[in-house]
């Protein structure tokens, strides 16, 4: 089974940053994939940002030029660094290991195959 360690969220003003990370057992993420996603209250999960297991990186336009997505894989680990964060950044954020190395439907939920259980990010105004 695989399991995650995710800590690093809170509340921080807008403006701010925040270091998200996720801690994974049970699976080796330098075989995989990674991404971020969130859901905010009353909406539906969003992508963020993926990781291929080749090293390309990629954002949603909404986050993009703010966070990077990062991984160790020698801790396991991967990072999501939010700078400038805004109100509409407050969601649960959620991490993810893809299905492979490397997929073109990053940005779709079910390229996904195990989830963390999410961490509350509040930005307030």
């Known amino acids: 089974q695989v399991h995650f360690v995710e800590f690093g969220g809170g509340t921080v003003q807008a403006g701010g940053s925040l270091r998200l990370s996720c801690a994974a057992s049970g699976r080796a993420i330098s075989n995989y994939g990674v991404g971020w996603f969130r859901q905010a209250p009353g909406k539906e999960r969003e992508y963020v940002s993926a990781?291929?297991?080749?090293?390309?990186?990629y954002y949603s336009d909404s986050v993009k030029g703010r966070f990077t997505i990062s991984k160790d894989n020698a801790e396991n680990t991967m990072y999501l660094q939010m700078n400038s964060l805004k109100p509409e950044d407050t969601a649960v954020y959620y991490c993810?290991?893809?299905?492979?190395?490397?997929?073109?439907?990053?940005?779709?939920?079910?390229?996904?195959?195990?989830w963390g259980q999410g961490i509350q990010v509040t930005v307030s105004s």
């Open positions: 990781l291929h297991g080749t090293g390309l990186r």
């Open positions: 993810a290991i893809q299905r492979s190395r490397i997929t073109p439907r990053y940005y779709f939920s079910d390229a996904y195959e195990y």
